[in-house]
């Protein structure tokens, strides 16, 4: 089971960057598509939380969750706001499409777990999940971002997920 759920993390991360050997690189994105990048995986990772509400009687996992739901919910609050203020709209592009197809796929592994293989599915998840995404947004998306207000959301969101990546590394080792 160990082995198995590695793997399927391991797989969730290649996964997340899997369009990137067909289309373009995640580098090349306008602040645009980057702002829709990141508005689409915090709304993914809120519904892996509402499914880890829905699922898991963990109390760990359960406030982990509502964590995942405050605090993307807080971000994407943010975003739309400075969008609105900078009269833009955010771009979809391959990225934020391959998160979507992949969030599906893995929301529907998910949601036909139970008990201790759903904690500890879902708690790999988002171990992967973070660190995958906090690499593009420090190492593509920080560099590259050309508006000053948008790089700041970006930066101050990044320090917000590290600390989630750091408690879902917590969480894994708990549930193993």
């Keep these: 089971m160990k082995i198995k759920s590695s793997l399927m993390a391991m797989g969730l991360a290649v996964s997340l960057f899997h369009a990137t050997a067909f289309a373009q ?6 602040d645009l598509e980057i702002a829709h990048v990141a508005y ?7 519904r892996y939380a509402h499914l880890a509400l829905a699922i898991s009687k963990n109390p ?9 739901i405050r605090d993307h919910e807080a ?27 992949n969030a599906e796929k893995l929301i529907d592994e998910m949601s036909k777990l139970r008990g201790d293989e759903f904690d500890k599915r879902y708690a790999a998840n988002e171990l992967a999940y973070h660190k995958a995404v906090n690499d ?16 700041a959301l970006f930066e101050a969101g990044l ?8 408690h879902a590394t917590m969480m894994v080792g708990k549930l193993k």
């Design 60 to 68: 760990e996992v359960r406030e982990f969750a509502n964590t995942m």
């Design 25 to 30: 690189s995640p580098a090349e994105l306008n």
């Design 159 to 166: 320090q917000i997920f590290k600390a989630h990546e750091g």
């Design 40 to 46: 689409v995986a915090d709304n993914i990772d809120i």
């Design 75 to 101: 971000v994407n609050e943010q975003a739309l706001a400075l969008l609105k203020k900078l009269n833009a709209q955010p771009q979809d592009n391959f990225l934020s499409k391959s998160l979507q197809i």
């Design 136 to 151: 593009l947004v420090e190492n593509a998306f920080i560099p590259n971002i050309e508006n000053a207000e948008v790089k």
